[in-house]
Nanobody, 125 residues
Framework: QLQLVESGGGLVQPGGSLRLSCAGSGDTLDDYAIAWFRQAPGKEREAVSC????????LYADSVKGRSDISRDSAKNTIYLEINNLNTEDTAVYYC??????????????????WGQGIQVTVSS
């Protein structure tokens, strides 16, 4: 069974950058559509970005479009999410998730069966 583990979070100053990693084990992430979601305090979880299986299309939320990049490293079985020019509204718990049923990624939570445990990202001076 696929397992996902996020890393790379922490405290970042406004205007800074970070790269989150989502490492897979138990199966090959290239076979899955993968998404990053985030949940800020008091808010609903929202999709940030996703990448389709086998390097298909990618999608970005308007809130991060133009300052983020989602990528795959097949050799490391890892998905990355880089966000630049961070602001306080990027503070949230970030989750990666895998969709075993659809090749094209979507922003619909219900499509994602496997989830990581989440990692905190705090943007603050």
């Amino acid at each position: 069974q696929l397992q996902l583990v996020e890393s790379g979070g922490g405290l970042v100053q406004p205007g800074g950058s970070l790269r989150l990693s989502c490492a897979g084990s138990g199966d090959t992430l290239d076979d899955y559509a993968i998404a990053w979601f985030r949940q800020a305090p008091g808010k609903e979880r929202e999709a940030v970005s996703c990448t389709s299986s086998h390097r298909g299309r990618t999608l970005y939320a308007d809130s991060v479009k133009g300052r983020s990049d989602i990528s795959r490293d097949s050799a490391k079985n890892t998905i990355y999410l880089e966000i630049n020019n961070l602001n306080t509204e990027d503070t949230a718990v970030y989750y990666c998730a895998a969709d075993p049923w659809n090749s094209w990624c979507t922003t619909t939570e219900a499509h994602y069966k496997y989830w990581g445990q989440g990692i905190q990202v705090t943007v603050s001076s």
